[in-house]
């Protein structure tokens, strides 16, 4: 059943104050994303607006070329926005420069890609402590919450491996823990199970379905797959850079 019709704007960008015990933690005004190569104009986001609950399992979803991985990096920082205004955990994106916004990834953000991105000279529990260390984090205490991000996962046993001796499946729950290694606001997956066949994309979603659960942690996942989009709270349905529907799917 849809829940809600999210095309029209609800706020002007730059007004909207998000307030204390607010529970939203990821919000959206007006954004747009263009691209523009001197001879053409893409309008990748063309004004959409988004409001996440702290806590929320969301999928993107949408056919291809429509703006789903576009939004998720403009969302995380990843990439600028062109205009609109996006407020993670009450911060506004707008007003922090690149270095500010990398720090603010590595303390309050969690990646899951498609293509698991582990570096496959790093063991298992290497893997998951770097973003640690890359914080500034001290190595003692790195490593020992890596081991615990792995035994969350189930892989615990599988730190001394390398990447290469680890199945697909197994290098998603590598980057899965990784992620969340953290402790992050907001876990961003950009299409994790799109290099997994069914068997392992459905334990890999009971996985993170019992990770939200058990440690409410927010995922904003995109996914082109409706039975990834299906196990998720929300699934956000968008069309040429704007979002056309946000309902509550049925699983099936």
Known sequence: MVAEIVT???????????TRGEDRILIARKLVKTYDSGEVEVHALRGLNLDI????????????GCGKTTLLNC??????????EVWIAGKPLSRMGDNEKTDFRAMRMGFIFQNYNLLPVLRTVENVELPLLVRGDDP????????????????????????????????QRVAIARALVNEPDVVFADEPTG??????????IDLMRRLHQEKGLTFVIVTHDSAVGNRTQRVILMRNGLILKSFQPTPG
Request: proline residues 7%; hydrophobic residues 40%; without cysteine.
């Open 8 to 18: 029209q704007p609800a706020a002007t960008a730059g007004t909207l104050a998000p």
């Open 53 to 64: 609950r702290r806590g929320e399992m969301v999928a993107i979803m949408g056919p291809s």
């Open 75 to 84: 969302l995380s920082g990843i990439d600028d926005f062109t205009s609109g």
């Open 140 to 171: 003692k205490g790195a490593r020992r919450k890596a081991l615990a991000a792995l035994a969350a996962v189930g892989l615990e046993k599988e730190a001394p491996k390398k990447p290469a001796e680890l199945s697909g499946g197994q290098q």
């Open 195 to 204: 290099n997994l066949d069914s068997e392992t994309t459905a334990e890999v």
